[in-house]
């Protein structure tokens, strides 16, 4: 079976450009997470969906970020203008909720922002 | 809030020696806890999970946790460490029967000595 699948794997770009990162989730999975990963913070959880509808999206860090899912196969994380901060490993996370919170994650999106 | 404390950013074990790491959680409610592993440049994969049913939990790989509620820990053991056991380690905690986000600690790196 399919695991997580995202990209692109590596990005690199120039601050002020726009970044958008994909997600695909498990098939039959109905719970959606953006994570960020760095060395200073660890992983930081942005934003979650259930059945598409974002739920909690306090971690998301500024208005520059922004998450959407148009369907249950799908989600997009965009940066817009991005920064050198914004430089970490970003991972999506599927899970069928309710089934004890395990997740499934994909390999990860390295951003690099010059 | 939940939250977990990894104590010690960096474990170092020679081959074949005890691997221990440690956890510690917070939870207002019987917690869900989980371990990670994540290789170099991948994704965090599945250790093992506890759900309120045993509370020494096996895992893949030869680790094991044990959950202890009047030490609110679930510290990582295996026997014998492997070369291939050298990776990043996450601890995981989520309330509300798994139905929450995990929250995760921030990482042990465990490093084989040959």
């Known amino acids: 079976d399919a695991g997580v699948i995202q990209s692109p794997r590596h990005e690199v770009t120039e601050m002020g450009q726009e970044v958008t990162l994909r997600c695909k989730p498990i098939s039959g999975h109905n719970s959606l997470f953006w994570y960020r990963q760095t060395m200073m913070r660890g992983l930081e959880l942005l934003i979650y969906f259930n059945n598409n509808v974002p739920i909690d999206d306090s971690g998301m860090p500024e208005d520059r970020f922004s998450a959407k899912m148009p369907n249950a196969s799908f989600s997009t994380l965009k940066i817009q203008p991005s920064e050198p901060r914004d430089s970490a490993v970003y991972f999506c996370a599927s899970s069928t909720r309710g089934r004890g919170g395990e997740l499934f994650f994909g390999e990860g999106s390295r951003l690099t922002v010059l | 809030a939940q939250s977990v404390t990894q104590l010690g950013s960096h474990v170092s074990v020679s081959e074949g020696a005890l691997v221990l790491l440690r956890c510690n959680y917070s939870s207002s409610v019987p917690p869900y806890l989980f371990w990670y592993v994540q290789y170099p440049n991948q994704g965090l994969q599945l250790l093992l999970k506890y759900t309120s049913a045993a509370t020494l939990v096996k895992g893949i790989n030869g680790f094991e946790a044990e959950f202890k509620k009047s030490e609110t820990s679930f510290h990582l053991t295996k026997p014998s460490a492997h070369m291939s056991d050298a990776a990043e380690y996450f601890c995981?905690?989520?309330?509300?029967?798994?139905?929450?986000?995990?929250?995760f600690g921030k990482g042990t790196r465990l490093s084989v000595i040959a």
């Open positions: 995981a905690v989520s309330e509300n029967s798994g139905n929450t986000p995990l929250v």
